[in-house]
């Protein structure tokens, strides 16, 4: 069965530390895997898309990372700021021609003054 | 701006009484598609469309239906509304399937009362 577990499912850091979220996924075949950042009531943003073939990817204070042999990504937030505070999702592409994603639950992020 | 929108952004009905969502985007995108979000469920696709006048289920589709008359709507109807399709509903769309094509550009969420 396709999933997607994120964890820790919620987080609270100070403002200025980093943090990593987890992301293990079990979908087969593997197309791509997205990470997005989403506010309280709004719709989810893309932060960060991996291929197979890429292992590394920033973008601005976040970077994330894939490691497609044990399925595995993380996303790496540095120098946290108060705006970071979001839920982060992580989103899984199969490569299978269709219209289908496997999301993640997602891990809720709260950065403290 | 590039954006999807959705309305209502709100909305109280009770069981029965049919309603609609409606959901449009503004960049020619081919490929479109409805979530619900509920708690500890994350985002669960209920119906999706790769053109117009064509549609498939996703994941949840029992008490929805769509439609794709023109590329820009894709509205979201329950005929009959029932408590347990309260929840949080985003539509989304995409220029391809994979890659960078396939990124998801979603609406501002409806968040769906029934009583």
């Known amino acids: 069965k396709n999933q997607v577990e994120q964890s820790p499912q919620s987080l609270i850091i100070l403002e200025g530390k980093n943090c990593t979220l987890q992301?293990?996924?079990?979908?087969?075949?593997?197309?791509?895997l997205r990470w997005y950042k989403q506010d309280t009531g709004r719709g989810p943003v893309s932060l960060t898309i991996m291929t197979f073939s890429e292992n590394t990817k920033s973008n601005g204070r976040y970077t994330a990372t894939l490691d497609a042999d044990t399925k595995q990504s993380s996303l790496h937030i540095t120098a946290s700021q108060l705006s970071d505070s979001a839920s982060y999702i992580c989103v899984v592409s199969a490569a299978s021609g269709t219209y289908k994603y496997i999301f993640g639950t997602g891990t809720r992020l709260k950065v403290l003054a | 701006e590039a954006q999807v929108t959705q309305n209502p952004r709100y909305l109280i009905t009770v069981t029965g009484k049919k309603l609609t969502v409606t959901c449009s985007q503004n960049?020619?995108?081919?490929?479109m598609s409805w979530y619900r979000q509920d708690p500890g469920l994350g985002l669960r696709q209920i119906y999706y469309?790769?053109?117009?006048?064509?549609?498939d289920k996703g994941d949840v589709p029992e008490g929805y239906k769509v439609s794709r008359k023109e590329k820009r709507n894709f509205p979201l109807i329950l005929e009959s509304p029932s408590p347990n399709q309260t929840s949080l509903y985003f539509c989304a769309s995409s220029l391809g399937l994979a890659g960078v094509l396939g990124e998801q550009f979603f609406g501002p969420g409806t968040r769906l009362t029934v009583l």
């Open positions: 992301c293990n996924y079990t979908v087969s075949p593997f197309s791509n």
């Open positions: 960049m020619n995108h081919e490929y």
């Open positions: 469309s790769m053109n117009v006048e064509v549609t």
